[in-house]
């Protein structure tokens, strides 16, 4: 039997295909494609039958990684989305917090809302804080809504009520006055999709998740239809932002949780191998065509977070803490009004591409630059599948960059990578130093197409001694999906002073969550020997308006004590200071439900017989202040294990190529990781 994971991506869709019987794994890539991501999906899967002579009926799972979501976002593409509020709160999702997102920059505006203000209708109702009804809802208001939201062609609305996470009935209510009105309309309840407080990030949450519905939902239709074509007989799963899968009607219903999908797989399968191979504490480093993905874990655990922004519009659900930069291969470098040389965010994309990859495109790229110091294949890539013109984009640096600045075309290709890693460092500090965590106690694991080609000059500059590369580290993600079990989260707002009889109606409140993840987790068809849940709650310091999440890890009802001391590390840890005498207060519980999913282990390889073997080439490679050097490029696949490989060297394999540079060694482990130590 088999099991397939695979990652849609913005310039490429990966596949790693798992042989359960002997945890054979090989690797697949094919171009993305945009139009209709699923296209390329049935493309790679296709290749891999034929490829394998598998049989459809021999796949066991299926896994799926997707940014169809985002990209609805970033593109404004979603449906023609109504909002139905609560009388009195209409322009909350306009309002928002009163911030700017630059705070010196006026020209950086905020987004316009995904509803306009006159698709935002207020109908009359009041739950208070406490769930008591204040003042019932007005059903012929929610009808002339309905007929409202009808005649202007809306395909999907939010309903947001104030306090519905208190007590949900009259978003019910609502819903079945807007089906009933409209039957084939999506409709999205705050208090299914967020039942927390914080009523804009609850209402912004809402509505992105509708206005996403009625579009991913037509992706998924297209995708399933094409994975049955294929006549694979399992139902395939999602991966989500908290790094768990659901299944495709959880998908339907949640959307919103999918916007970090693939970037997720990557953390888990990072943290994964990383515990495997004795790196519990990790820089997760993913850079692919178009953007790069940064994470944390630590002692071998992806941190989490809640709130984040989607093409600058706040969403609030649990996912993996990952902060995302428009840098990847595809980023485009220019000079700016000013004269200075900028890279990204802007990005070539899968279409047309960096110039060396001869599809139409005319802007200098971070790949083109690369191909140009000798870093990247200047031949072709994907193991010879992918011809390159390296002469094309030499000369375009030397138009666009190098002679407009006085520089010469090393100089200026040298200078695009290092604008890029620039950018990235800030990204590493965001998620590490900034967080409280000395990034000199973490090894930097590398990914993505491109990720292994920035590691080594990223890591010295960031003072992190060594750097982990995975097999086929542009296929993580989709290997991360063979990784990760089937998981939800659920919470539910208390918002009261932590105290023994609070204490005790929080675990009445975990207990309820159990039971209700218990029935998902029977919808999603896990069995009871395979479930588990993982507590936490958000506390904070009484006057305070932020908290900070605390694992719970078992429902003693004597427990209050050792809650309150690890409640104190953490705040300790998040803001380097305590509030002693200060009355703390529980504000939400959250609970994830886990679905075990089985996993091939981590098996070591054989190796190669020697370096000598392994070495494919020999050729010039710009070295940074070490200038051009003659360079042995190697095959990564024949090098063997525990052999040291000094640096210069290019490594080269199908998803990706490794660069070590002067002074830097590097290592083959038992598991076919590439660990690479800095010099110095």
């Known amino acids: 039997m088999y099991r397939v994971g695979f990652d849609v991506g913005g310039t490429f869709t990966d596949f790693t295909l798992l042989r359960e019987e002997d945890g054979a794994v090989s690797y697949h890539k094919v171009p993305s494609t945009p139009d209709d991501p699923s ?65 010196y920059d006026y020209s950086v505006r905020k987004p316009p809302p995904l509803v306009p203000r006159e698709l935002r209708v207020e109908v009359a109702e009041r739950v208070l804080a406490d769930g008591t009804v204040m003042m019932p809802l007005d059903d012929e208001a929610v009808e002339a809504a309905a007929r409202r939201f009808a005649a202007a062609g809306c395909k999907a609305v939010a309903i947001c009520f104030i306090h519905a996470y208190r007590r949900p009935d009259h978003e019910r209510r609502a819903r079945e006055i807007v089906r009933r009105v409209m039957p084939d309309v999506y409709v999205t309840l705050s208090s299914d999709v967020l039942p927390e407080f914080r009523e804009y990030e609850r209402m912004s949450t809402t509505v992105l998740n509708a206005y996403m519905g009625p579009r991913m939902g037509g992706y998924l239709a297209r995708f399933l239809e094409r994975v049955r074509g294929l006549a694979i007989p399992v139902e395939p799963y999602t991966i989500h932002s908290n790094g ?98 900028k890279v990204g965010p802007r990005s070539a994309g899968a279409a047309p591409g960096p110039i060396a990859y001869g599809k139409g495109g005319t802007q200098v790229t971070i790949t083109d630059a690369n191909i140009v110091l000798g870093r990247l294949n200047p031949v072709a890539l994907l193991d010879g599948a992918m011809p390159v013109d390296a002469a094309a984009a030499r000369a375009a640096i030397d138009a666009q960059i190098a002679r407009p600045l ?73 290997r991360g999906i063979l990784l990760s079990d089937i998981s939800l989260d659920f919470v539910r707002t208390m918002i009261v002073e932590l105290g023994e009889a ?26 009871p020997g395979d479930r588990g849940f993982r507590l936490m709650i958000d506390a904070r310091y009484r006057g305070q308006n932020f908290e900070v999440p605390v694992d719970v890890p078992e429902l003693d009802p004597g427990g209050l004590a050792a809650f309150q001391a690890r409640f104190r590390e953490r705040h300790i840890q998040e803001y380097g200071y305590d509030v002693t005498g200060r009355a703390a207060e529980i504000v939400n519980c959250r609970l994830q439900a886990i679905g075990r999913v089985a996993k091939a282990p981590l098996e070591p390889i054989a190796g190669g017989s020697s370096l000598g073997a392994a070495q494919i080439a020999t050729r010039r490679v ?53 660990i690479v130590r800095i010099a110095g």
């Not at 949780?257 to 797989?265: D, K, M």
């Not at 197409?449 to 990223?458: C, Q, S």
């Not at 210069?648 to 083959?668: D, F, K, L, R, Y």
């Open 622 to 674: 710009y070295c940074g202040s070490a200038g051009w050097r003659d360079t042995p490029v190697y095959r990564r696949a024949a090098l063997p294990v525990a052999k040291p490989i000094a640096g210069p060297a290019v490594i080269e394999e199908m998803s990706s190529t490794t660069i070590v540079m002067p002074g830097q060694s590097a290592v083959v482990d038992r598991l076919g990781n590439i």
């Open 244 to 341: 768990g899968l659901m299944s495709v009607e959880t998908v339907r219903a949640v959307p919103v949780r999918t916007c970090l999908s693939g970037p997720a797989a990557g953390v888990i399968g990072a943290a994964n191998v990383g515990r495997a191979s004795g790196f519990p504490n990790l820089v997760t480093f993913d850079v692919g065509g178009t953007s790069t993905d940064v994470s944390l874990v630590h002692d071998g655990q992806p941190l989490f977070a809640s709130n984040r922004l989607v093409a600058d519009y706040p969403i609030k659900t649990p996912m993996i803490d990952i902060h995302v930069i428009g840098a990847g291969g595809g980023s485009i470098a220019a000079i700016d009004d000013a004269g200075a040389l």
């Open 502 to 527: 609070s204490w005790r109606e929080a675990i009445g409140v975990f207990e309820a969550m159990r039971a209700d993840a218990t029935r998902w987790l029977e919808g999603e068809r896990v069995a």
């Open 406 to 478: 006085g520089l010469t075309t090393e100089e200026a290709a040298h200078g695009i990578v290092r604008i890029a890693n620039a950018n990235m460092a800030r990204a590493i500090r965001s998620v590490s130093t900034e967080r409280g965590y000395d990034v000199r106690e973490f090894a930097l694991f590398a990914y993505g197409g491109a990720g292994p080609l920035h590691a080594v000059e990223l890591a010295a500059d960031c003072g992190i001694a060594t750097v982990l590369i995975p097999q086929e580290p542009g296929t993580l993600c989709a």
């Open 39 to 103: 296209r390329a999906i049935e493309t790679g899967l296709a290749a891999l039958i034929a490829r394998h002579a598998i049989s459809p009926s021999d796949f066991a799972h299926v896994g799926h990684g997707t940014t169809v979501a985002t990209n609805l976002t970033i593109e404004r593409k979603g449906a023609v989305t109504g909002l139905l509020t609560t009388k009195g709160f209409r322009d909350a999702l306009e309002i928002g917090r009163q911030t700017r997102p630059h705070l």
